[in-house]
T-cell receptor, first 115, second 114 residues
Framework: AQSVTQLGSHVSVSEGALVLLRCNYS??????LFWYVQYPNQGLQLLLK??????LVKGINGFEAEFKKSETSFHLTKPSAHMSDAAEYFC?????????????FGAGTILRVKS | DAGVIQSPRHEVTEMGQEVTLRCKPI?????LFWYRQTMMRGLELLIY????????DSGMPEDRFSAKMPNASFSTLKIQPSEPRDSAVYFC????????????FGSGTRLTVV
């Protein structure tokens, strides 16, 4: 069964600083990996996803993530934090279609951006 | 496309009452998921359907919860009787099986049981 671990339930950075949100996954087959963002009292918005191919994935709002199979990681980064990035971020894993289609989420990381 | 549509957006009900949450998936998506979000347990997958058939309901908390998908464009999640601990935000999502798979979430229903 798939599982996701997000290291750090809260991360605080200064505006303009690097954002690094950590995600490690467990999957018995090559995974599909996702990052979602949730603003207060809103739904989940897809930031980026990895399915196959290039391991460095670029998403919206300047975010990117790199799939590292050897480390079973899919960390999310952004070079320069903006106040509008303050939100909760969820890493999620899914099996490829031929193995099922469940999307399993990590516990989430709340990002705080200080001015 | 209007996206995944959930109704109602907010629901307040008294303990013991029946609650029905509704979801309209994106046209052409053949998978539908129900999730529950709480502070304590995060985002939990309750049940998902493929081509209107329930595939995995292992996340459904107990017999008070039931979900149906009578056709490709509509699903319901019912709680009967409701309890205060059911208070949460319930999300519906839909997706396709293709390799560019995209799970799209609705805006959620915030349920409060008093």
């Amino acid at each position: 069964a798939q599982s996701v671990t997000q290291l750090g339930s809260h991360v605080s950075v200064s505006e303009g600083a690097l954002v690094l949100l950590r995600c490690n996954y467990s999957s018995s087959v090559p995974p599909y990996l996702f990052w979602y963002v949730q603003y207060p009292n809103q739904g989940l918005q897809l930031l980026l996803k990895y399915t196959t191919g290039a391991t460095l994935v670029k998403g919206i709002n300047g975010f990117e993530a790199e799939f590292k199979k050897s480390e079973t990681s899919f960390h999310l980064t952004k070079p320069s934090a903006h106040m509008s990035d303050a939100a909760e971020y969820f890493c999620a894993v899914s099996d490829p279609p031929e193995y099922g289609n469940k999307l399993v989420f990590g516990a989430g990381t709340i990002l705080r951006v200080k001015s | 496309d209007a996206g995944v549509i959930q109704s109602p957006r907010h629901e307040v009900t008294e303990m013991g009452q029946e609650v029905t949450l509704r979801c309209k998936p994106i046209s052409g998506h053949d998978y539908l998921f129900w999730y529950r979000q709480t502070m304590m347990r995060g985002l939990e997958l309750l049940i998902y359907f493929n081509n209107n058939v329930p595939i995995d309901d292992s996340g459904m908390p107990e017999d008070r919860f039931s979900a149906k998908m009578p056709n490709a464009s509509f699903s319901t999640l019912k709680i009967q009787p409701s309890e205060p601990r059911d208070s949460a935000v319930y999300f519906c999502a839909s997706s396709t099986r293709d390799r560019g798979r995209l799970f799209t979430f609705g805006s959620g229903t915030r349920l409060t049981v008093v």
